[in-house]
């Protein structure tokens, strides 16, 4: 008999796993039992302190419902005083709004009064309003060229007046009729704001 020869041939297969493979079942018991026990005690510890904190949280709200009830009473007592104040603050507001609205008119005429030369003759003075400032017309007889312009001037020069200007002038007989016309912002007291 002719001698055969031997071949060894081994036959891999590496896709077909070596041993038998382990079933979804078996892997999630195998997780449960070692990884997932920590967070099972983690998540009932989680709703321990929630349990807990849900009593502590129930009784302070108690305790802060019996304290504002025991209070209404108290409050309620104080709604006239309430009432009185806010009427007060009210009136004093209209006050403070009318004050701070309205022309200083002794302010004013002191002013062109102090400006006035004595060759001056004021035959009339209108105040007007405006938003925010007090419009002055004033009509005024002199003799002199110098006295008009003095006045003009020191109208001009007070920090109280703006718009000074002169806006007519004639001369009848020897005697200067003039208007100057000049603005001023209300010069009402500022009052205490609200």
């Known amino acids: 008999m002719p001698k055969q020869s031997l071949k060894l041939a081994i036959h891999l297969d590496l896709l077909k796993p070596q041993s038998n493979p382990e079933k ?96 001056v003759k004021i035959t009339s003075l209108n105040l007007g309003k405006k938003i925010g400032q007090a419009n002055i017309q004033i009509n005024a007889l002199s003799k002199s060229n110098n006295d008009v312009t003095s006045f003009l001037a020191g109208l001009k020069e007070d920090q109280t007046f703006s718009d000074v200007n002169l806006t007519s002038i004639a001369l009848d007989q020897g005697v200067i009729s003039f208007t100057i016309t000049a603005s001023n912002k209300l010069a009402g007291g500022g009052g205490a704001s609200l």
């Open 24 to 119: 979804l079942l078996v892997r999630s018991v195998h997780w449960v039992l070692s990884t997932g026990r920590y967070l099972l005690v983690f998540v009932e510890a989680l709703v321990l302190i929630a349990f807990i904190g849900r009593f502590k949280l129930d009784g302070d709200l108690a305790s802060k419902k019996e304290a504002i009830e025991q209070q209404i009473s108290y409050i309620e007592a104080l709604k006239n005083y309430e009432i009185l104040i806010r009427q007060t603050q009210f009136k004093l507001g209209a006050i403070a709004s009318a004050k701070t609205n309205s022309l200083d008119y002794p302010a004013i005429f002191k002013k062109i009064a102090d400006q006035t030369p004595t060759g």
